[in-house]
């Protein structure tokens, strides 16, 4: 059974950082491809970033383009969401999670483990 663990959420001013990670355990890590989406208070779920099952391909939502990046660490079976800049619209729960495949992948249907979420709140 494959678990994914998020942490890392907070409390954070406009301009701001925060690092997210995603524990994940219960199945190869490294074959799978990640990624990260977010939902914010009355909004539906939105995809973020992407990774591919190596780390060589990122993708990225127009929004966060330039200021997150996306990283995995194989080793440590777990993903990253380095986010800079930070603006009151990136206030959401973020959710990671595990694709079927080892390409990167952007909808939602295309990924099958999710995790619980980690709330991001960025105050103006």
């Known amino acids: 059974q494959v678990q994914l663990v998020e942490s890392g959420g907070g409390l954070v001013q406009a301009g701001g950082s925060l690092r997210l990670s995603c524990a994940a355990s219960?199945?190869?890590?490294?074959?799978?491809?990640m990624g990260w989406f977010r939902q914010a208070p009355g909004k539906e779920r939105e995809f973020v970033a992407a990774?591919?099952?190596?780390?060589?391909?990122?993708y990225y939502a127009d929004s966060v383009k330039g200021r997150f990046t996306i990283s995995r660490d194989n080793a440590k079976n777990t993903v990253y969401l380095q986010m800079n800049s930070l603006k009151p619209e990136d206030t959401a729960v973020y959710y990671c999670?595990?694709?079927?495949?080892?390409?990167?992948?952007?909808?939602?249907?295309?990924?099958?483990?999710w995790g619980q979420g980690t709330t991001v709140t960025v105050s103006s």
């Open positions: 990774i591919s099952w190596s780390g060589g391909s990122t």
């Open positions: 219960g199945r190869t890590f490294s074959s799978y491809a």
């Open positions: 999670a595990q694709a079927y495949g080892s390409n990167f992948a952007r909808r939602s249907y295309e990924y099958n483990h």
